[in-house]
């Protein structure tokens, strides 16, 4: 029975410098059940790298930027000095890591190789402070076990070949030592190097919990939890203690990005738990999310989604006919795009994808839009802004009044009920966002 197991993940903030990464290796210290760590890149170096993945800069300015992303693990590796195997490891990568970004011209494989190299670096580095810490644990190269497509930018894992390779690889390692591995990349058929898309570390510490049949997952991050609405904006935000997989999913997807919305499809294929902590404040709670068939009706939170592209799709031989939806999906989908919101009338579609910044592949293809054009009139619009409400049996009797009401002065551009108890969606101008926000949060969710 592996179900007393954890996986533990941590964020970028978390692993950010020396001080961050040793709270962590305190939280691990303080549980023993941890037996996997995924870390994300040190906080900033994911950005270096989509950055040197464009190749837009002369070749003196990304040796800039490899100077950057040496600098920031160096300062941490000035504090624990490297075993002889961590050291001969972190410098072979990052003399890959170097060749690479010396080259003109990268493929979209070596994108990916290229954008792995945060997560690579990071995991040396935990491991010695893990061994600091007087923690047993060795490094494992997650490659040969997260097993994906070569749908490079944003992979899809394969699930039955990566239960099989952990637990083959990796579970046999558990009982010697904590496993510190990397969160976000993966490996192909050919054992080329993929990534899961921007964000993806949650996902993958889910999907290694599937595979090891670990009873839970903890995220840490730098909040302590998922909270009713960004408490940034609104001060009285508040941490939600639990949700459900369903509820959760809706805020991952719709939300302010404390979890990668992935995440919670493998933890619900198995009723694995997840718990979303700080790692600064690791007693301060945090919020559990688990399998719950008695979710409390009502509204949870208010979330917002920046940088939207609105597609809005006109075909006056869409009027009666048939086909014309599932012509614009194949497109689409045959460009790997995810759609979030779809309305339609007679003879037009509008829907909406997420243009999220420092993206590792651009969400909307010039190729994409041309196929479109061939049989639709196709407007583009930007700088636009997705709410949504998310609780369960969200029922717009609730709402509906008071939402109106209190978004009168505001230019609504679509709206999305229904198809889920658990969401209302819908877009403003993101000019307008912050204060949509903060209206919602006042009127629907402080009031006692
Ligand atoms: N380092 C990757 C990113 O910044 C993956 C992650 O941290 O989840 O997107
Ligand atoms: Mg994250």
């Not at 941890?34 to 870390?39: Q, T």
């Not at 939170?301 to 014309?324: D, Y």
């Amino acid at each position: 029975m592996n179900s007393q197991y954890v996986v533990a993940k941590f964020g970028g903030t978390s692993v950010a410098d020396f001080e961050a990464m040793s709270r962590c290796a305190q939280i691990i210290k303080d549980n023993q059940n941890v037996k996997v760590v995924v870390v994300s890149a040190c906080a900033g170096v994911t950005n270096h790298l989509v950055t040197l993945t464009k190749q837009k800069d002369a070749l003196e300015e990304r040796l800039e930027i490899v100077a950057a992303v040496a600098d920031i693990q160096q300062k941490i590796i000035d504090e624990i000095a490297l075993d002889v195997d961590l050291a001969q490891g972190y410098e072979q990568t990052f003399s890959e890591f170097k060749q690479l970004a010396e080259l003109p011209a990268l493929n979209k494989q070596q994108c990916d190789e290229m954008l792995s190299f945060g997560e690579r670096f990071s995991s040396y580095l935990f491991t010695q402070i893990l061994r600091n810490t007087g923690i047993k644990s060795e490094r494992f190269d997650v490659r040969k076990v997260l097993k994906t497509d070569n749908q490079f930018g944003k992979a899809t894992p394969d699930v039955a070949a990566t239960r099989e390779a952990a637990q083959h690889h990796l579970l046999p390692l558990l009982e010697s030592a904590v496993q510190v591995t990397q969160g976000f990349i993966g490996s192909d058929q050919y054992n080329q190097t993929t990534t899961l898309g921007r964000g993806g570390s949650d996902y993958s510490a889910a999907l290694l919990a599937e595979a090891i049949e670990a009873g839970s997952v903890h995220i840490w991050t730098d909040v302590v939890g998922i909270f009713s609405t960004d408490p940034r904006l609104c001060q009285m935000a508040k941490p939600i203690p639990r949700l459900s997989f369903d509820e959760a999913a809706e805020m991952a997807t719709f939300g302010a990005k404390v979890l990668h919305p992935a995440t919670i499809l493998p933890a619900s294929r198995r009723g694995i738990s997840v718990f979303v902590g700080s790692s600064r404040d690791p007693l301060a709670g945090g919020t559990w999310i688990e399998r719950d068939k008695s979710a409390v009706p009502g509204i949870r939170a208010v979330t917002q989604r920046k940088n939207q592209i609105l597609l809005t799709l006109k075909s006056p031989e869409m009027l009666l006919a048939s086909g014309f939806l599932a012509r614009i999906f194949t497109i689409l989908s045959n460009y790997n795009i995810s759609v979030d919101l779809v309305t339609t009338s007679e003879i037009s579609v509008a829907l909406t994808l997420d243009n999220a910044l420092n993206a590792s592949r651009p969400e909307l293809d010039q190729d994409c839009l041309d196929e479109l054009n061939e049989f639709c009139h196709v407007t583009v619009e930007n700088n636009l802004t997705l709410v949504a409400l998310i609780g369960s049996e969200i029922q717009l009797k609730q709402c509906e009044l008071n939402l109106m009401q209190t978004l009168s002065d505001f230019d609504i551009r679509l709206i999305c009920h229904g198809a889920s108890k658990h969401n209302l969606c819908f877009l403003v101008d993101q000019a307008d966002s912050d204060t949509v926000v903060q209206t919602i949060h006042q009127k629907l969710l402080e009031v006692a």
